[in-house]
């Protein structure tokens, strides 16, 4: 709230440097983006292939990034990698690398490299730990070809906002010899019912992402078939990924379990809220709320919360204002929550203690790790709200940007309740996958 009152090369455009919030250690941000796609195989041999590099190439020239095309392990030198903002293994088999090349690719990645698997990439390198924590998981076996349904968990990724809660597809299923979840964050899993031969008892992740040792990975394990590269759905699936390994968007891909949604995009799901004050939030038919009219405030009646993480997913079209609140008193009257919570403020042109990241009025983010983090209008982001105590955290986009402990003992944090802020005519903000994870005793 305010107060009351092959070589492919194309040029980087105005649009993409808006998007771009963290340029990776290994590259100047003042230039383009530099992709290596790397395809060798001492495995089985995936005829799309081609098919694959010819998407990554398309997608490069039309999103402003250069794309090399090798099957050459040689091109793994520290000097080499240094050019590129990420490295695609391209359904790669088997051992491709020498332990020179390997040691060359582990020192990118720890100096901020990115990566990106796709489907047989999981199919590499067995015998190298470092690699397969990267990837996340190893391939086991897979039954034919033939179609699922994909349930996306999460919905602000670039590589999976664009898909609604379920994803109607056909490819090659891998089973893998873990479950990435624990170490990874899971963005879509497969439903096990809709086909034949899962293995995975019934939690399934088929594309997540991490940052892992230095580095962003990315892995889909989408991309068996031709058809694939051809299908818009997958091919911006796979554009996604590789925007978020080059560092052109920020996610939060830090390990996510044991969180309950309050909301989760159905209308059913919107039981526990009541509308504080004048104007509303219109749902659409993916499940996002955007905020109309006020000022006033959605918030979760049906119970307070002591000690937490709050996550939810949120976006601006423009120079718009809203807010989460916490640690509120349960009231018609959206002015008590100003009065008696506090506002994680979400408005990016604000002086510094009530602009985005800030508890409003009371304490600035850290700026520059907020612009860092933070992606700009018409892309999603990710808060996560801490309340241990009366401590309260900010993590954007899985960076912490703020750090605030209560002492008015009028806004205690112990015990309140959350809301999300329709602020005003004009101000349009949206709303997604609002979730909760009880957390035990005081932050310290």
Request: net charge negative; with cysteine; glycine share 12%.
């Amino acid at each position: 709230m305010r107060a009351k009152g092959r070589i492919t090369t194309a040029a980087l455009g105005a649009a993409l440097l808006l998007g771009c919030v963290t340029a990776p250690a290994v590259s100047d941000p003042a230039h383009a983006k530099r992709v290596l796609v790397f395809s060798k195989t001492a495995g089985f041999r995936h005829d799309s292939i081609p098919a694959g590099i010819t998407a990554v190439e398309q997608l490069g020239e039309a999103n402003g990034f250069t794309v090399d095309a090798t099957e050459d392990a040689g091109a793994f030198t520290g000097k080499n990698l240094r050019r590129y903002d990420a490295v695609v293994f391209m359904s790669t088999t088997g051992d491709v690398l020498d332990t020179a090349q390997q040691d060359a690719f582990e020192g990118y990645i720890r100096d901020g490299g990115g990566y990106v698997g796709v489907h047989a990439a999981a199919d590499t390198e067995y015998d190298w730990p470092f690699y397969g924590g990267l990837a996340g998981a190893w391939f086991q076996n897979h039954p034919a070809i033939q179609p699922a349904t994909v349930n996306v968990e999460d919905r602000a990724h670039p590589a999976t906002a664009h898909l609604g809660r379920t994803w109607e597809r056909t490819d090659e299923w891998y089973n893998y010899r873990s479950n990435p979840r624990e170490r990874a964050h899971v963005l879509a899993s497969l439903d096990e019912t809709s086909y034949s031969g899962g293995t995975m008892a019934g939690d399934h992740p088929i594309a997540w992402c991490q940052e892992y040792r230095g580095g962003r990975a990315f892995y889909t394990g989408g991309g068996h078939t031709k058809e694939s590269y051809t299908d818009p759905a997958f091919r911006a699936h796979l554009l996604g990924g590789l925007r978020y390994a080059i560092g052109d968007v920020r996610a939060d891909c830090r390990p996510e379990n044991g969180y309950s949604r309050l909301y989760d995009g159905t209308s059913a799901s919107l039981d526990g809220w009541k509308q504080a004050g004048p104007g509303s939030f219109t749902r659409s038919a993916d499940g996002t709320l955007t905020s109309t009219g006020g000022m006033g405030l959605l918030w979760y009646a049906d119970r307070g919360f002591g000690s937490y993480s709050l996550k939810l997913d949120w976006k601006v079209a423009g120079d718009d204002n809203s807010g989460v609140f916490v640690g509120f008193p349960p009231s018609d009257d959206p002015w008590s929550a100003v009065d008696n919570g506090y506002e994680i403020q979400i408005d990016a042109t604000d002086v510094p203690e009530r602009t985005t990241g800030s508890v409003y009025g009371f304490k600035s983010a850290d700026l520059k790790k907020r612009d860092r983090a933070l992606n700009p209008p018409g892309e999603w982001n990710t808060y996560e709200i801490r309340v241990q105590g009366e401590r309260l955290r900010i993590w954007l986009n899985g960076v912490k940007i703020n750090d605030f402990t209560n002492t008015d003992p009028a806004r205690s944090l112990t015990d309140g309740h959350i809301g999300l802020q329709n602020h005003g005519a004009g101000d349009q903000v949206s709303f997604r996958d609002v979730r909760i994870k009880e957390l035990p005793g005081k932050g310290h």
